[in-house]
């Protein structure tokens, strides 16, 4: 990538940041309104998750192969992939719209929301779905057109418990894999991705349920590392709170989102994490949400500050059963992160 591209946050594919993924804060109006996030949804297609930042209610995936009707919920509280109004009405071309069924989750008056979009583009995110048939080592083709370093797999039907099965390239072993919805720490289980590593046109899978099961539908989410726009990538904690922990992820303007997950260790210590800079990744405290439980912004910790080549991440405690956050001394973490424009 040449040194201009870079500097104007303009990945080696020529696609920039505010081309491909958003962070966008709105505030619920009980009606209908279109939310502008400056992505062409309705022409590509994506994936967008909507959650309530006070007070608590589980969140909401939706995405363009299976239509505004269908939602998913991470937690596995509702139905998996259910035919159900999720509230979004339409995928616009520069955003999406809302109304007010099921609007509890996504548009209640006066409550404050916060939404991450991806769009589908090579290299950065795609979508694939396809059916079981519980034969190991079976390979599903993609269209990211480059090495895929994460990806998350819910069943769309067939399924007795929801849920999320993720691979990371962070995790220490090809076999170890990571369940959404479980406060747990890496497992290995080569029945979900057969311990093999995903490639540049097809990941592989296990015969696990989770992932392939016979006479089950199925769809994957998959991400990429591009050059000055995303991340996935993994470090270390140093027991530090005092700014000295910078993660580099090479990105010039400092990070819009980021999501982490500690690997190592179990319960309330691995939840799911995300920041985003529609609420703040500042020097201060910075809003975060818990993933993993449907769980009340939190809003007073300094977990994480601004650096131009990623973030800092400090030793805090957490709110829920007094975890402690993104920097535990010898603590392993995975992330995924995209940068400022």
Same mark, same amino acid.
């Given at each position: 990538?040449?040194?201009?591209?870079?500097? !104007?946050?303009?990945?080696?594919?020529?696609f &920039?940041?505010?081309?491909?993924?958003?962070?966008?804060?709105?505030?619920?109006?009980?009606?209908?309104q279109?939310?502008?996030?400056?992505? #062409? !949804?309705?022409?590509d297609?994506?994936?967008?998750?909507l959650?309530?930042?006070t007070?608590a209610?589980p969140?909401q995936i939706?995405?363009?192969?299976?239509?505004?009707?269908?939602?998913?919920d991470?937690l596995g509280q509702y /139905?998996?992939?259910?035919?159900?109004?999720?509230?979004?009405t339409?995928?616009?071309?520069?955003?999406?719209?809302?109304?007010?069924?099921?609007?509890? &989750?996504?548009?209640?008056?006066n409550?404050?929301?916060i939404s991450?979009?991806? *769009?589908?583009?090579p290299?950065?995110? #795609?979508?694939?779905?396809?059916?079981?048939n519980s034969?190991?080592g079976? /390979?599903?083709?993609h =269209?990211?057109?480059?090495p895929v370093?994460?990806?998350?797999?819910?069943? *769309?039907?067939? $399924?007795?418990y929801p849920?999320?099965?993720?691979y990371?390239k962070?995790l220490?072993? =090809?076999? #170890?894999?990571?369940?959404?919805n479980?406060?747990?720490?890496?497992?290995?289980?080569?029945g979900?991705?057969?311990?093999?590593?995903?490639?540049?046109?097809?990941?592989? !899978?296990?015969n696990?349920?989770?992932t392939?099961?016979?006479?089950?539908t199925?769809?994957?989410?998959?991400?990429?590392?591009?050059d000055?726009i995303? *991340? %996935?990538?993994?470090?270390?904690?140093?027991?530090?709170?005092?700014? /000295?922990?910078?993660?580099? %992820?090479?990105?010039?303007n400092?990070t819009r989102?980021? $999501?982490? *997950?500690r690997?190592?260790?179990?319960?309330?210590n691995?939840?799911?994490?995300?920041?985003?800079?529609?609420?703040?990744?500042?020097?201060?405290?910075?809003?975060f949400?818990?993933? =993993?439980?449907a769980?009340?912004?939190? /809003?007073?910790? =300094?977990?994480i500050?601004s650096?131009?080549?990623?973030?800092?991440?400090?030793?805090?405690?957490?709110?829920?059963?007094?975890e402690? $956050? $993104?920097?535990?001394?010898?603590? &392993?973490y995975?992330?995924?992160?995209?940068?400022n424009?």
């Amino acid at each position: 990538m040449t040194i201009e591209k870079k500097l !104007l946050g303009v990945s080696p594919s020529g696609f &920039k940041v505010d081309d491909v993924f958003s962070a966008t804060a709105y505030t619920g109006n009980g009606g209908t309104q279109s939310i502008d996030n400056g992505l #062409d !949804l309705s022409s590509d297609g994506g994936l967008i998750w909507l959650v309530s930042r006070t007070p608590a209610t589980p969140s909401q995936i939706v995405d363009t192969e299976r239509g505004v009707t269908s939602v998913f919920d991470p937690l596995g509280q509702y /139905t998996t992939a259910s035919p159900t109004a999720s509230g979004v009405t339409s995928f616009n071309l520069d955003g999406f719209s809302l109304g007010p069924t099921n609007s509890a &989750k996504t548009n209640v008056s006066n409550r404050t929301y916060i939404s991450w979009a991806w *769009k589908k583009e090579p290299a950065f995110f #795609d979508i694939q779905t396809y059916s079981g048939n519980s034969v190991s080592g079976r /390979t599903i083709s993609h =269209d990211l057109d480059a090495p895929v370093d994460m990806i998350w797999v819910s069943a *769309k039907t067939g $399924l007795s418990y929801p849920g999320i099965s993720v691979y990371h390239k962070g995790l220490t072993n =090809d076999t #170890d894999v990571l369940e959404w919805n479980r406060y747990a720490p890496r497992a290995n289980a080569t029945g979900w991705f057969n311990g093999t590593p995903p490639t540049s046109s097809v990941f592989t !899978l296990g015969n696990d349920n989770r992932t392939n099961g016979s006479g089950k539908t199925y769809i994957a989410y998959l991400f990429g590392s591009v050059d000055g726009i995303s *991340k %996935c990538g993994s470090y270390v904690g140093n027991g530090s709170n005092n700014g /000295t922990r910078v993660i580099d %992820c090479g990105f010039e303007n400092g990070t819009r989102m980021v $999501l982490f *997950k500690r690997i190592d260790a179990g319960m309330q210590n691995s939840s799911y994490i995300i920041f985003d800079g529609a609420r703040g990744i500042n020097a201060g405290n910075d809003p975060f949400k818990y993933l =993993d439980y449907a769980g009340n912004e939190v /809003t007073n910790k =300094d977990a994480i500050d601004s650096h131009s080549s990623g973030f800092i991440v400090n030793n805090v405690s957490g709110t829920w059963e007094n975890e402690t $956050l $993104l920097n535990v001394n010898n603590g &392993k973490y995975v992330f995924y992160a995209i940068a400022n424009a």
